[in-house]
């Protein structure tokens, strides 16, 4: 049977960060414009000088427009009085992330998902960035952390100085360097952090192992053709990083999707279906480690789901309840979104309950009238 995927297949949304700079009288805007914040109205070399004269830090938001993390987040988070006076000693700035100044700082900071919010000294010196959507009550949280100075750039050099041994503090030194643009500054601490963590036990050294384990997998597959994941295997039974749990699996999820589709490509079915069930059972134990970040989670699910529900014959009772959870998560994270709906649909229907699959069809048809996938979904799931 047909279930009209293709739309579904490959999809990975994402979000990220960014950053600017302008100087003015700070003034209130209207609702549609980027939240209810006092947002500083002069450019970004104006907002420096502000900034400098004033001895105030600055908060810089980057969005891009249409993008819905930073509607949500414009329309959700951005627009709390709590919020406003949290950040009432702050200058306040927002911009286009793809033009002028933005797309300058988005360069900068290398950033390629929105929405972002890069927060900087009065001297103009970046301090800490949040990215992606946060809740309203997830959004005070983290202003109040770098408020505190706690995790933030600065906040760490001092504790780096204070405690040079510690080679965990180090490593969070070193990504946030790299999140902050300080590559530099970061291949010194990293060049440090070689030579007190010979064993490679902090994060930062354990992704330079998980790189090592993937180059040696692909150069042993360059010389025999045989794709061998035991390194990778091997590295997952030792790690205890929930981050780097969650890039190893979904790497070997994909080292098993490559085998399986190789086999299918020389004519042995049996043993293309025995490699999708690892290839699902990878990413079974990849959503354990899902990012909190939910544009990042919702990728993920989708990219679970496409991978599970080309198969549907071959699905157990577990993997047919992960994409019940999965779905409904997806249409918490964007219920606007007419996909997320049409996975949901197939998940209702995979688990037997027809009333649940109709009326996700319907919401997908509702948002895409007409669309030939949510249409071939709509008449797999007998609406």
């Not at 000088?49 to 891009?64: C, F, G, S």
């Not at 070193?174 to 291949?187: I, N, P, R």
Request: glycine fraction near 6%; charged fraction near 25%; hydrophobic fraction near 45%.
């Amino acid at each position: 049977m047909k279930y009209g995927l293709v739309l579904v297949l490959g999809t990975a949304l994402s979000a990220a960060a960014g950053h600017g700079q302008g100087t003015s009288v700070a003034q209130a805007v209207a609702p549609e414009a980027h939240g209810t914040l006092a947002w500083f109205a002069g450019s970004q070399e104006e907002l420096a000088a502000a900034a400098k004269h004033e001895q105030r830090p600055t908060m810089i938001y980057l969005w891009t427009k249409g993008e819905r993390w930073c509607q949500r987040l414009e329309t959700q988070s951005l627009r709390e009085d709590a919020l406003s006076k949290a950040l009432g000693g702050l200058l306040l700035w927002n911009t286009d992330a793809e033009v002028g100044s933005g797309a300058i700082l988005s360069a900068r900071f290398s950033l390629t998902a929105f929405p972002v919010l890069l927060f900087f000294d009065a001297s103009g010196a970046p301090v800490e960035r949040i990215d992606g959507f946060l809740s309203k009550e997830a959004l005070g949280l983290e202003v109040a952390r770098v408020l505190r100075q706690e995790d933030t750039l600065p906040g760490l050099r001092r504790r780096v100085a204070l405690d040079p041994a510690d080679v965990q503090l180090r490593s969070r030194l070193v990504d946030k360097l790299w999140a902050l643009g300080g590559s530099a500054e970061a291949e010194e601490q990293l060049e440090d952090l070689r030579r007190r963590d010979p064993k490679r036990t902090c994060p930062v050294l354990r992704r330079e192992v998980l790189a090592e384990r993937m180059a040696l997998i692909e150069e042993h597959f360059s010389r025999t053709r045989v794709l061998n994941p035991g390194p990778l295997v091997r590295f997952l039974e030792e790690e205890r990083n929930v981050e780097l749990l969650f890039l190893g699996y979904a790497s070997l999820a994909s080292l098993h999707l490559r085998r399986a589709e190789e086999l299918e490509s020389v004519k042995q079915p049996e043993a293309a279906r025995s490699k999708r069930a690892d290839v699902r059972a990878a990413l079974t134990n990849a959503a354990s480690y899902a990012p909190v970040n939910a544009a990042l989670r919702l990728g993920f699910a989708l990219r679970l789901f496409s991978s599970f529900a080309a198969h549907p014959a071959e699905l157990s009772e577990p993997d047919r309840a992960l994409l019940l959870q999965l779905s409904a998560e997806a249409v918490s994270l964007a219920p606007d979104e007419a996909r997320v709906h049409a996975c949901a649909a197939l998940a209702s229907f995979f688990t037997g309950d027809q009333a649940s699959a109709s009326a996700a069809a319907r919401r997908a048809l509702e948002l895409e009238p007409g669309h030939p996938e949510w249409l071939s979904i709509a008449q797999t799931v007998g609406l």
